[in-house]
């Protein structure tokens, strides 16, 4: 698996949009980016993923820069209930097991 | 709404039992996952199968053992408890050919 890099934490204002960077400088180009939560020790739940373009969901978008070295996760308007840990993985697609890092702590405020 | 359960989700029991922590999946996936994960820490895979009487050892090293008889349960057995074995224990499922993990709630167990 390609080592991500995330900050520790970060805050953002309700309401406003959480803007959440992960570092993936040795992808290769068969893997993918996912991305996943964990609130307050629930299971971890599934975002958005992507390969190459920007992606969007429901949930979020997903920015890959063009080398793929970096990307970012886009919470629109963020409300309290998206307080969480935010964790980048990149995997190929086919590939089972995952390796979760430490992740990020967003905290949205009100 | 869950398509993976886990029971029990709490459970606190004493030194030297015997353990087993159910995970059940409604959609068919292949692949299931057992992680451990202690309060504030990262989550690590212990167990994982691919498919029918096939397990593997994660990466982090468990006293646990697990079986697959049935594509849908993945039970998680710990044959002598001890307190080093407190912690959550959060079961996953992705179907093959993809990589999205599902997760059920989780079973935190507390052994004294």
């Known amino acids: 698996d390609a080592k991500t890099t995330q900050p520790t934490s970060m805050d953002c204002a309700e309401g406003r949009a959480a803007n959440l960077p992960c570092n993936h400088s040795?992808?290769?180009?068969?893997?993918?980016v996912y991305w996943y939560r964990q609130i307050h020790s629930q299971g971890p739940q599934y975002i958005i993923h992507?390969?190459?373009n920007n992606e969007t969901n429901e949930m979020a978008s997903l920015i890959i820069t063009e080398d793929r070295k970096s990307s970012t996760l886009i919470l629109p308007h963020a409300t309290l209930r998206d307080t969480a840990v935010y964790y980048c993985i990149v995997r190929v697609t086919n590939a089972g097991k995952s390796t979760f890092g430490d992740g990020t702590t967003l905290t949205v405020k009100p | 709404e869950a398509d993976i359960y886990q029971t029990p989700r709490y459970l606190v029991i004493g030194t030297g039992k015997k353990i087993t922590l159910e995970c059940s999946q409604t959609m068919g996936h292949d692949k299931m996952y057992w992680y451990q994960q202690d309060p504030g820490m990262e989550l690590h895979l212990i167990h994982y199968?691919?498919?029918?009487?096939?397990?593997e050892k994660g990466d982090l090293s468990s006293e646990s053992t697990v079986s697959r008889i049935r594509t849908e349960h993945f039970p998680l057995t710990l044959e002598s408890a001890r307190p080093s074995h407190t912690s959550q224990y959060l079961c996953a499922s992705s179907r093959s050919g993809a990589n999205v993990l599902t997760f059920g709630a989780g079973s935190r167990l507390t052994v004294l």
């Open positions: 992507g390969l190459k």
């Open positions: 040795t992808i290769s180009g068969n893997e993918y």
């Open positions: 199968s691919y498919g029918v009487n096939s397990t």
